[in-house]
């Protein structure tokens, strides 16, 4: 099946259609809620929680004995919170980093769910088979009342941010001035992360423990480098993201033997590299294309700076001796000549040149400017 056939079949087949909105919601929540962790420099954060997340799905399992995905993402749920409140107390109680308590907490309990499903796995039941679906995910298990769940989670989401969106702002950009402002932010902080478990817990089944966290991410960070606007890049990062897990889904459902999960987050990847390469203000292409235009511009302002110095100790710019000492200059190339020819600023006569009157006012602007600047 080829793209094109996967599009046209994307309405009408349950599995493709199910698939496809479940892997596009969980794209544009992460996404939305992935800018506030890149904002507020907790990257390592999705992906704690998400390796935190694993224990509580090893023990929903061991404690029920079922494999009922709403059960599993129930502990899952518990043991991601547990394990971002641990976070919080470590930073807040100790002399210890964020980044040290994101590592600390991330191989603690992944190394925890890790031995639970070694264990799991040697019980003689068969009904443990498929656990290690939520380390690296699977889509094609997503069923119509996941999307739905999906679905309730991300409309309470937005609603919740939308009602504490100045909140939420204020607290991004300056926590200390949101309290003077009588704000609770240790209630906005929990209600932002929690929101942040949530949207990691739900995309376990489909991306899976170890690339969640950049499902996360990489949406948010593809969009921070298009806009300032914290609205503009909250939105971006959500049109990214369900993009990305269209896409992603697409390419994986077109082609054998390819997971949905990891073509997902390479899709968003591409995004991140495609970012970071054109966006206007920020792409490397833009500032390499700033950098020799603003290393141009400063080529003809020394080339003016050099022709002002010398026109400035004779009385008349245009005679044949001043000429003759500015054509002896070496230091200009023939563009940055011609640049100044077309600007009026130097008059070309064969392969001599000349200072005008406007480029000697010009010069002398400059000069004067450099000379306040130095002062």
């Known amino acids: 099946m080829n793209l094109q056939e996967y599009f046209s079949l994307v309405f009408s087949d349950y599995t493709l259609r199910t698939i496809t909105l479940g892997t596009a919601i969980l794209g544009a929540v992460t996404g939305m809620l992935g800018s506030f962790a890149v904002l507020r420099k907790q990257s390592l954060l999705g992906d704690a929680i998400s390796h935190a997340a694993l224990p509580g799905i090893a023990l929903a399992f061991l404690i029920t004995g079922a494999k009922d995905s709403n059960t599993l993402l129930i502990g899952a749920l ?3 919170l547990l394990g971002t409140f641990w976070i919080r107390g470590i930073i807040s109680k100790t002399h210890l980093k964020s ?6 907490i991330l191989s603690l309990f992944f190394g925890f769910g890790m031995l639970l499903l070694t264990f799991i796995q040697k019980q003689p039941n068969a009904n443990q088979a498929g656990l290690d679906k939520y380390l690296f995910g699977q889509a094609a298990t ?3 009342s996941d999307v739905w769940l999906m679905a309730i989670i991300t409309g309470i989401c937005v609603l ?3 009602l504490f969106w100045k909140e939420f702002k204020l607290l991004l950009f300056d926590a200390d001035y949101t309290k003077t402002l009588g704000f609770n932010t240790k209630i906005i902080d929990i209600l932002i992360t929690t929101f942040i ?7 376990l089944q489909t991306v899976g423990v170890v690339l969640m966290s950049a499902m996360l991410l990489a949406p948010a960070a593809a969009a921070r480098q298009w806009t300032n606007s914290l609205s503009t890049m909250v939105f971006l990062a959500a049109i990214f993201g369900a993009f990305s897990g269209v896409f992603g889904t697409a390419i994986s459902a077109s082609q054998d033997n390819l997971s949905t999960g990891p073509v997902i987050v390479l ?3 591409v995004f991140v590299i495609f970012s970071f390469v054109f966006s206007p203000s920020r792409g490397l292409l833009f500032r390499q294309i700033r950098f020799i235009s603003n290393r141009r511009d400063l080529e003809l302002q020394k080339t003016l700076s050099f022709m002002y110095h010398i026109a400035e100790t004779h009385d008349d710019i245009s005679h044949p001796h001043t000429i003759k000492i500015l054509n002896n200059f070496q230091g200009f190339t023939r563009k940055t000549l011609q640049k100044l020819v077309d600007k009026n600023y130097v008059t070309l006569d064969g392969t001599m040149w000349s200072l005008t009157e406007e480029g000697f006012e010009t010069a002398a602007n400059l000069y004067n400017q450099n000379i306040k600047t130095h002062e």
């Open 78 to 80: 518990v043991s991601g």
């Open 99 to 104: 980044d040290t308590a994101l590592g600390l």
């Open 142 to 144: 997503l069923v119509e």
């Open 160 to 162: 919740v941010m939308l």
């Open 197 to 203: 478990v949530l949207a990691i817990v739900l995309g």
């Open 267 to 269: 899709v968003a990847s």
